[in-house]
C-alpha cells in the first residue's frame, strides 16, 4: 500500500501547487491561457487526492486500534491539527473552515462507535447510504452557507466548507472495509481478483455515466463539483483506490523501500507532508507570482513543482527520523 500512498501524495502536492500558482484566490489568472487548458483537461486526476481519505479508513483498520476512547483522542488532536492549518495558512477567518482532517476525524469517531456498539456491517450500511443519499439529502435540506453545522454534512458552496460528510464519509468507510476484508481473506487471489473487477467496473460506470472528472469553475477552482461531487465521480474514486491497491499488493508487496527514500516517506508523513505544503505552497506562490507572472509556461513553474516535491520529501523524512523512531526508541527503553 505504500505505492499506492505515494502515488497518492505526490499527485496532491503537484495539483496544490499548480492551483496556487495559475490563480489568484482560487479564481483562474487567464481562461484563454496555456494553463486553464490543461487544468480543464485534467482534472479527473483530482481523483488521486480524493482517494486519500479512503487511505485514511484503510490505515485505521489495518492498525487494529479502534477503541471508541483512544479514537476520540486522535480524532481531537487532527481536528485541532487542521483548525491550525486554516488559520496559519488562510487567516484567522477561516480558522473553523471544514477540510479533509476534520472529515477524517469525524469518520473515524463514527466508525469506532459503529464497530463498539454494531459491526462491519453497520459501517457498511452508513457508508452507502452517505454515498447513494448526499444528493438527496443535499436537495431536501436546501443548504446554505450560513448553517455551519448542516453544510459540514452536505457542504456548501461557500468557499469555507470542504469534504462534507455525506458523501465522504463512504468513502472512508469503505476504506476501512477494504481491509477489514483483506485480512479476513489473507489478501488471497480470489479477494484480489474481485476486488479488481470490482474496482474496473465502479470506474467504468462513472466513464460511461460521465462524471469520472469534475467540470472547471474558473472563478473558484474548489467548486462543489469537486466537494459535492455527481455519484460517477465518487464511484470512481473507490474503484480507483481498489484498483491500485491491488496492483500495489501484488507487484510491489515485495519490494524493500529504503527507510529515507521518497516513497517511504511521502508514505509515512502523509499528515505532516499535507499540512506542510498547504501552508508554504499558498504562502510562496504569491512571491512567485510577483516576479514570474503564470499566463504562460516558464522555468519558474516547473522549478516551484520540484522545489515542493522535494521539500515534501524533506517533511517525509523529518517525520520518521522525529516522530517514528524517536516513538520506537522511548518503547524500547520502556520495555527495557
Known amino acids: 500500500m505504500d505505492i499506492v500512498k505515494f502515488i497518492s501524495v505526490a499527485v496532491m502536492v503537484f495539483i496544490h501547487a499548480h492551483i496556487v500558482l495559475v490563480t489568484d484566490y482560487y479564481a483562474i489568472i487567464d481562461t484563454s491561457g496555456f494553463f486553464y487548458n490543461v487544468t480543464s483537461r485534467f482534472m479527473f486526476i483530482g481523483l488521486f487526492i480524493t482517494i486519500l481519505p479512503m487511505l485514511a479508513g484503510y490505515v485505521f483498520r489495518m492498525n487494529?486500534?479502534?477503541?471508541?476512547?483512544?479514537?476520540?483522542?486522535?480524532?481531537?488532536?487532527?481536528?485541532?491539527?487542521?483548525?491550525?492549518?486554516?488559520?496559519i495558512t488562510w487567516g484567522a477567518g477561516y480558522t473553523f473552515s471544514w477540510n479533509i482532517l476534520q472529515l477524517v476525524s469525524l469518520s473515524l469517531v463514527v466508525i469506532?462507535?459503529?464497530m463498539r456498539f454494531f459491526s462491519v456491517y453497520g459501517v457498511l450500511l452508513l457508508g452507502l447510504f452517505t454515498i447513494f443519499g448526499a444528493e438527496f439529502l443535499r436537495s431536501y435540506l436546501a443548504v446554505s452557507g450560513d448553517n455551519y453545522l448542516i453544510s459540514i454534512f452536505t457542504g456548501a458552496d461557500d468557499h469555507f466548507v470542504f469534504w462534507p460528510f455525506f458523501p465522504w464519509f463512504g468513502v472512508v468507510s469503505l476504506g476501512f472495509l477494504f481491509a477489514d476484508y483483506q485480512l479476513k481473506y489473507k489478501n488471497s487471489a480470489p479477494f484480489r481478483m474481485s476486488a479488481m473487477i470490482g474496482g474496473m467496473l465502479l470506474v467504468a460506470v462513472a466513464f460511461f455515466r460521465g462524471e469520472i472528472s469534475p467540470y472547471l469553475d474558473h472563478y473558484y477552482v474548489w467548486s462543489p463539483s469537486i466537494f459535492q461531487p455527481e455519484i460517477g465521480f465518487v464511484l470512481a474514486t473507490i474503484g480507483l483506490f481498489l484498483v491500485l491497491a491491488v496492483l500495489g499488493n501484488s507487484f510491489f508487496n515485495k519490494v524493500r523501500l529504503h527507510k529515507y527514500g521518497i516513497i517511504n516517506s511521502y508514505s509515512k508523513g502523509i499528515l505532516w507532508i499535507y499540512i506542510v505544503q498547504m501552508f508554504v505552497s499558498?504562502?510562496?506562490?504569491?512571491?512567485?507570482k510577483k516576479f514570474f507572472p503564470m499566463d504562460e509556461p516558464s522555468a519558474a513553474y516547473f522549478v516551484f513543482i520540484i522545489f515542493m516535491l522535494g521539500l515534501s520529501w524533506l517533511?517525509?523524512?523529518?517525520?520518521?527520523?522525529?516522530?517514528?523512531?524517536?516513538k520506537m526508541v522511548i518503547l524500547l527503553r520502556k520495555i527495557r
Do not use: C, P, W
Not at 315 to 326: D, N, P
Open 315 to 326: 517533511v517525509g523524512v523529518l517525520s520518521i527520523r522525529l516522530l517514528q523512531e524517536k
Open 112 to 114: 469506532a462507535v459503529l
Open 282 to 288: 499558498y504562502k510562496l506562490s504569491f512571491l512567485m
Open 64 to 87: 487494529n486500534d479502534y477503541g471508541l476512547r483512544k479514537t476520540i483522542k486522535l480524532a481531537a488532536a487532527l481536528s485541532l491539527l487542521g483548525f491550525f492549518m486554516n488559520m
